[in-house]
């Protein structure tokens, strides 16, 4: 499956008119430059403006993963939450399944999104 973070970034740009859309892109861009410091934080803001300015480049949201995947912020927890709010939000009316899972120790939970529903299920 596809990078959730990336693929509600580079959805929402495009969206951005809207209001709601708007309150969650700047909220999870707020969560994810929280989570990092320093030089790695100019990049990773770098890389989001880059999308920003030209959301059809595939170079520019290629750098956005590698960014976020060198951090390791696709697997952050409340990142993917609030992506999964947002791509939800850009794909209300349209039929989709998007999914992530996370496991711990003998658990784990795949929160998912399939035809605007919020599905939750843990298992052992």
Do not use: F, W
Not at 61 to 74: D, G, I, R, S, W
Request: aromatic residues 2%.
């Amino acid at each position: 499956m596809e990078n959730i973070v990336l693929l509600a970034l580079t959805t929402a740009v495009s969206k951005l008119s809207e209001s709601a859309i708007k309150d969650a892109y700047e909220s999870i861009k707020k969560l994810i430059l929280k989570k990092v410091k320093g030089k790695d934080k100019e990049s990773v803001e770098n890389a989001i403006r880059n999308v920003e300015e030209k959301p059809s480049s595939d170079g520019r949201k290629k750098v956005l993963q590698e960014e976020l995947e060198t951090l390791n912020l696709h697997n952050d927890q409340k990142i993917k939450e609030a992506a999964l709010r947002l791509y939800q939000l850009c794909n209300i009316s349209q039929d989709l399944k998007v999914s992530v899972t996370q496991t711990s120790g003998d658990y784990s939970v795949t929160t998912g999104i399939n035809n605007g529903n919020m599905d939750v299920k843990i298992e052992k």
